[in-house]
């Protein structure tokens, strides 16, 4: 059972370039989600998706799009790289049962560096 | 707003004395509380959450309705307790799902 995975783990970009960043679930998870973590700002939402097909956003979405075309996988995307979004990239999953809402599963992060 | 708030950035204890990591939050609804901890260069996992119960590592958090708190508490650190802790909260308010975390408290355990 693999859980979440991310693709790539590192990677370096020039300003203006674009890249889509890869989260997989194997756990069958209604719910996925997209962080970044800064230092002295902790994990910020970018978007979620609470379903196949749906997104949202979060608290810092300007310069990232996401989709969610099949259940297990969540991308996220930056059309055109900022300095601005050099982070790490976190990507989770959760669900619920019952109405009760489970603990977020974690991927192992994206250490992104835009240049 | 929905909030979580960890007053702490940093917090330095020695080893054996007792910890005590706060969150406060702010959610118009029923929320799940949970912490979470992330060793040096590791991805999250979580601690612990409050419908649990329980006691993970020594540690235990217990959900304070009234003053909207859910502080992490321990009695004797250890060094390997050293990590990055967060606070967050799930829950559902106005038709909305919401998945919060806060801003984090690194703990250091000094030998």
């Known amino acids: 059972n693999a859980g979440v995975t991310q693709t790539p783990k590192f990677r370096v970009l020039k300003t203006g370039q674009s890249m889509t960043l890869l989260c997989a679930q194997d756990?069958?998870?209604?719910?996925m989600y997209w962080y970044r973590q800064d230092p002295g700002m902790g994990l910020r939402l970018i978007h979620y998706s609470v379903g196949e097909g749906t997104t949202a956003k979060g608290e810092v979405p300007d310069g990232y799009n996401v989709s969610r075309l099949k259940k297990q996988n969540f991308l996220l995307g930056l059309e055109s790289a900022a300095p601005s979004q050099t982070s790490v990239y976190f990507c989770?999953?959760?669900?619920?049962?019952?109405?009760?809402?489970?603990?977020?599963?974690f991927g192992q992060g994206t250490r992104l560096t835009v240049v | 707003a929905q909030r979580v708030t960890q007053p702490e950035k940093l917090l330095s204890v020695f080893k054996g004395a007792p910890v005590e990591l706060k969150c406060n939050y702010s959610y118009s609804g029923s929320p799940e509380l949970f912490w979470y901890v992330q060793y040096s260069r590791q991805r999250l996992q979580l601690l612990l959450r409050?419908?649990s119960r329980e006691s993970i590592k020594g540690f235990t958090a217990d959900l304070n309705k009234g003053e909207t708190s859910f502080h992490l508490k321990k009695p004797f650190a250890q060094e390997e307790d050293s990590a990055m802790y967060y606070c967050?909260?799930?829950?559902?308010?106005?038709?909305?799902?919401?998945?919060?975390f806060g801003t984090g408290t690194r703990l250091k355990v000094l030998a």
């Open positions: 967050a909260l799930s829950g559902v308010t106005s038709g909305t799902y919401k998945y919060i």
């Open positions: 989770a999953s959760s669900y619920s049962t019952r109405g009760v809402y489970t603990e977020a599963f």
């Open positions: 409050h419908i």
């Open positions: 756990m069958n998870h209604e719910y």
